[in-house]
């Protein structure tokens, strides 16, 4: 079965919602984000599907197709990688190797898990991302931390909802003050996903 992983920027406050511009897609400024942008090909190189919701996947269509002098590799691999996106109302993705989940996420989720190939990464798409959380369909999650506090915005996981333990599989600090951290949840006696 192939491995669900949900990767967000966040904020030290827990905030995945981005209502200030603590977050740009393509650098933080002048800040050196080599060895950042060197971690995400890493994680990208061993996924095949990029998993989003709808308001995420227009808001991703809306800009990275667009990007024609993007340096750092991200348009390239969104371009191409093959995109899955739930959604109820969207016919025509319009966004080259695209698909429309169109039925109930979490058996469109469960049957993608089920499917051979690398992992599955769903980014952005809070809603569907609580949605797959509480359905135990989350296999890792993984943060990109911001050193900024927002101080309101929605976080990742659904409002009540508690993980009694996670076992913290990778901590990194990178130049520009972000650090990731990656997390499975325990489970069956203990042991990660």
Same mark, same amino acid.
């Given at each position: ?6 990767? #967000? ?11 200030? @511009? ?47 002098? @993007? ?35 979490? #058996? ?30 989350? @296999? ?54």
């Amino acid at each position: 079965m192939r491995t669900l992983a949900i990767t #967000e920027n966040i904020t030290v406050d827990g905030s995945i919602e981005m209502l200030t @511009d603590w977050f740009d897609p393509q650098g933080q400024g002048d800040v050196d984000m080599a060895d950042l942008l060197e971690e995400n090909h890493r994680q990208d190189s061993r996924a095949d599907a990029l998993l989003l919701g709808r308001q995420t996947f227009e808001d991703f269509r809306g800009y990275w197709p667009q990007q024609t002098d @993007d340096t750092t590799g991200i348009t390239d691999y969104l371009n191409k990688v093959h995109k899955y996106v739930v959604s109820t109302t969207l016919t025509d993705p319009r966004w080259a190797n695209s698909t429309v989940l169109a039925g109930d996420a979490i #058996e469109e989720v469960s049957a993608l898990k089920a499917r051979s190939g690398k992992d599955i990464v769903l980014t952005g798409g809070i809603t569907l991302a609580h949605t797959l959380i509480a359905a135990g369909l989350v @296999d890792e999650y993984r943060f990109f931390v911001y050193p900024v506090v927002q101080g309101r915005g929605r976080c990742p996981f659904p409002q009540g909802y508690a993980i009694s333990r996670l076992r913290l599989v990778e901590s990194k600090a990178f130049r520009s003050g972000i650090t990731l951290q990656r997390y499975v949840p325990l489970r069956d006696g203990g042991t990660g996903a």
